[in-house]
Each structure stands twice: as structure tokens, then as C-alpha cells.
């Protein structure tokens, strides 16, 4: 690691590619639990560049930050703070009727190479969320080319739950001719990505909605697919809303803000067909190095793959 030995308070100047940036507490302790800190965060940032960049270019940025460590509260910030260097990639789009800091629009970054991936990490940006959709390359917003599924267990429901749901669900993508992929969340809950053709936010999301139906009708103890808290427990809400193009979802290789450094980590179908246990699909930063130095990027084909949308049925409306 680069930045071992720094003292107390100490900033580092350091050249990453054709940018030099300046990093700051690099001995703050980020997770106090297992005294995970700030120069470990940029290190794991670092060496995971390769198989976490491809899947956020071009995808404007909300970043969950946590100045003083994940046992305070953290806050989203989507609009570029002052100071932002102007070699990094931002873009301003509109935000009508939105209730963020009062404003009409948000100045997004887009973290398109590890300089910007760096100097986000270094505003203890500990997560990473990203939409459906990109903007050009010469800004433009395109229509979204994810579908994602959020799955997320009501106590005393676990992954382990969200592992059945998911195998459920997959099915019914495979009669529609649709594979998926899927990661953790990093937290309690697993997510599905299906890969599709450029269409809008209103089909992802009534086709979402309606497979989401579907499950919770044929396996009423087991899922649910209203928002209300009080049907939940002991089930898992396929939240379909994530489709709308207003939300975010964790990017994969993010990490995550709980206890230790956690990871929304890709993984096979076989571990999900096979989990048993909480514990099973649980992966911290220097866990998820290894997959990948082991498997390479299990959701790379999200990058390559699409697949044609289908009609979504009228039930759906």
C-alpha cells in the first residue's frame, strides 16, 4: 500500500496516471469496529479500478459520504463540491420538482478513470450509486440499458430468502427469453441486473412491477411487492422501483457502509442456488480482491450483452 507510514493528519501529495492529487487523513479510522481507515479505502479503491470502472462510466454519480467514519451518519451528495478539480468529468442535468438542496438541477460527476475514483474516495465517499442509464459522451441523457431487481428481506428473512426469490425470479426472466446476473448488496439483500436493449424507464418499470406481482401472488409467504413496511417482515420485497430513472442503485464493487468493509460483490448462480447461511454470500474488500484475481469480473457480460426487451403484459399498467 502507498500510503503506509503517513503520520497523524499528514497530506500526500501523489500522481495517479496524468493527475496529481492531494489526500488528506489518510490515518482516519473509517470503520471503527475493525479499524478499517481512510488509506485502505483508497487502496482497495485502487487495485479494484479495473473491474468496478467499466461498470460505472458514463453513469452520473451519487456518492453516500461519511467525513467522520460509518458509525456517524453519512449523506448523499450529488452535486459536485466546490473545489472540484475541472479535469473532472461532471454534468448538470435538470432536476424538476426535485427536493434535493432546493436545486432545479444537479451537477453529477461521472467517474470515468482512476483519478476521478480516487479523489471521490478521498472525499470519504464510501459508496457509490449509480442509475440505469448513461449519459453521452458529450452529455445527452440515453434511455436506460439495465433492468435491476433490488431484493431486500424483511426480519427475520435473510439472503437466504432473497437467494430463493431470486432463483424464482430468474425463471420467469428465462421464459422471457432474458438472463440475469446477479451481486450483493453488500448489506442484507441481493440484486438482479438483466442486461436489454436501450428502452425507457416506464417499460423497466412496469415489466419489473409486474414480475414482482407475479412472484408475490404465486408465493404469498415468501415475497412482497408493496413499499409498506408492515408487510414485510419475514418476506423479501422485490423492489421493482429502482427501475425509475430518478433512483440509484449500489454499484457493484462498492463498498458498503456497515460494521466492516463490505462489499457488493457479483456472484455465481451457483452460490446463490447453494447459500445456507447469512455468512455465505458475506464478502469484505480483501475477500472480493481475491474473487477477482480469482473469477475476473463476474458481471462483466453486463458491459456486452444485450437483450431484446419484452412486451410488458397489460396487467402491468
Known amino acids: 500500500m502507498p500510503w503506509e507510514g503517513i503520520g497523524p493528519g499528514q497530506k500526500v501529495r501523489t500522481k ?18 475493525v479499524g478499517f481507515t481512510k488509506a485502505q479505502m483508497l487502496d482497495y479503491y485502487t487495485r479494484i479500478a479495473p473491474v468496478l470502472l467499466p461498470h460505472v462510466k458514463g453513469r452520473p454519480v451519487s456518492f453516500k459520504r461519511y467525513p467522520n ?20 468529468r461532471t454534468i448538470e442535468l435538470p432536476a424538476p420538482g ?94 438482479l441486473y438483466v442486461p436489454i436493449n436501450e428502452t425507457s424507464d416506464e417499460r423497466t418499470s412496469g415489466y419489473a412491477k409486474e ?51 463490505t462489499v457488493s460483490t457479483p456472484v455465481t448462480w451457483d452460490e446463490v442456488e447453494s447459500c445456507r447461511s447469512p455468512a455465505d454470500l458475506r464478502f469484505e474488500s480483501a475477500d472480493v480482491l481475491g474473487r477477482v484475481d480469482e473469477f475476473g469480473d463476474l458481471m462483466e457480460p453486463l458491459l456486452t450483452t444485450r437483450q431484446r426487451f419484452p412486451r410488458v403484459a397489460s396487467s402491468a399498467a
Not at 496516471?17 to 470503520?31: A, S
Not at 442509464?133 to 436506460?144: E, F
Not at 408465493?219 to 408492515?230: G, S
Request: proline letters at 7%; a positive charge; charged letters at 25%.
Open 69 to 88: 467514519g460509518v458509525h456517524e451518519e453519512g449523506f448523499f451528495a450529488k452535486n459536485a463540491p466546490r473545489g472540484t478539480p475541472k479535469w473532472v
Open 211 to 261: 414480475l414482482a406481482r407475479r412472484l408475490a401472488r404465486a408465493h404469498p409467504d415468501l415475497v412482497v411487492y408493496h413499499m409498506r413496511k408492515t408487510l414485510r417482515p419475514g418476506k423479501v420485497l422485490v423492489d421493482w422501483s429502482q427501475n425509475n430513472a430518478a433512483k440509484t442503485t449500489v454499484a457493484p464493487y462498492s463498498l458498503r457502509a456497515t460494521n466492516a468493509p
Open 16 to 33: 495517479i496516471d496524468d493527475r496529481v492529487l492531494t489526500l488528506t487523513n489518510l490515518d482516519k479510522v473509517l470503520y471503527p469496529d
Open 98 to 191: 426535485s427536493t434535493y438542496e432546493g436545486r432545479e438541477t444537479v451537477n453529477y460527476v461521472v467517474i470515468d478513470d482512476l483519478p476521478t475514483l480516487i479523489w471521490a474516495a478521498n472525499l470519504a465517499a464510501i459508496e457509490l450509486h449509480v442509475p440505469q442509464w448513461r449519459v453521452g459522451p458529450r452529455g445527452g441523457v440515453r434511455k436506460p440499458d439495465l433492468l435491476v431487481f433490488d431484493l431486500d428481506p424483511g426480519a427475520p428473512a435473510t439472503i437466504v430468502e432473497c437467494c430463493r426469490v431470486a432463483c424464482l425470479l430468474r425463471e420467469l426472466l428465462r421464459e422471457d427469453g432474458l438472463q440475469a446476473w446477479a451481486k450483493t448488496s453488500g448489506k442484507k439483500g441481493l440484486q
